[in-house]
């Protein structure tokens, strides 16, 4: 079975400074990996998907097969980015002609940007 | 305003009782699922539908059930089987893998 470790419930930076969330996952097959985030009072919502290898926000993740890790970055954090990101993985086994994947996530790592 | 609608907000359950929360979608997404968070323990999920007239269990499916009657609903079940339904429950539809989540409805036990 998949599984999604978010280790840090909470991280304050400065900003101005780095941010590095963490993630590592265990899963047999192929992994799909993604981050999501809530702003307060909005909606849950993707920030980026590792096969887009796009950079949204400032933000990159990268995967690392080798560390089973998909880590999210930004090197120099903004105060908007304070927030509640949660990183998930895609089950391969249940994708079917829709791309309709089930998504396993962490337990979330509330970031909190200091001015 | 398009996208995914859940309602009520607030849902207050008596014990023994079974309640039921609305989830519709005007995206005309196949995939629809149904999460529940807790502080602490992330998103956890509950059931999922990946075409009408069908849905699987997930993760934590006892003491719940759903329906998908319509591609465009989605509504989930909370039954008195389940003692501790206090959380905030999310549903989500999926397209090209990026998931579309609603606004949340609040379950609390009276």
């Known amino acids: 079975a998949q599984r999604v470790t978010q280790p840090e419930k909470l991280l304050s930076v400065f900003k101005g400074a780095p941010v590095e969330l963490k993630c590592n996952y265990s899963?047999?097959?192929?992994?799909?990996l993604f981050w999501y985030v809530q702003y307060s009072r909005q909606r849950l919502q993707l920030l980026l998907r590792h096969i887009s290898r796009e950079s949204i926000k400032g933000f990159t993740a990268d995967l690392n097969k080798g560390e089973t890790s998909f880590h999210l970055k930004k090197p120099f954090a903004q105060e908007e980015d304070s927030a509640m990101y949660y990183c998930?993985?895609?089950?391969?086994?249940?994708?079917?002609?829709?791309?309709?994947?089930?998504?396993?996530f962490g337990t979330g790592t509330r970031l909190t940007i200091i001015p | 305003d398009g996208g995914i609608t859940q309602s009520p907000k607030y849902l207050f359950r008596k014990e023994g009782q079974n309640v039921t929360l609305s989830c519709e979608q005007n995206?005309?997404?196949?995939?629809m699922y149904w999460y529940r968070q807790d502080p602490g323990q992330g998103l956890r999920l509950i059931y999922y539908s990946q075409i009408v007239n069908d849905f699987q269990k997930g993760d934590i499916a006892e003491g719940y059930s759903v329906s998908r009657e319509k591609k465009e609903s989605f509504p989930l079940t909370v039954t008195s089987a389940q003692k501790n339904p206090t959380a905030f429950y999310l549903c989500?539809?999926?397209?090209?893998?990026?998931?579309?989540f609603g606004s949340g409805t609040q379950l609390s036990v009276l």
């Open positions: 899963y047999s097959g192929s992994p799909e």
């Open positions: 989500a539809s999926n397209h090209n893998e990026k998931l579309f």
């Open positions: 995206l005309n997404h196949d995939a």
């Open positions: 998930a993985l895609s089950d391969e086994g249940s994708i079917s002609n829709f791309g309709n994947e089930k998504l396993t």
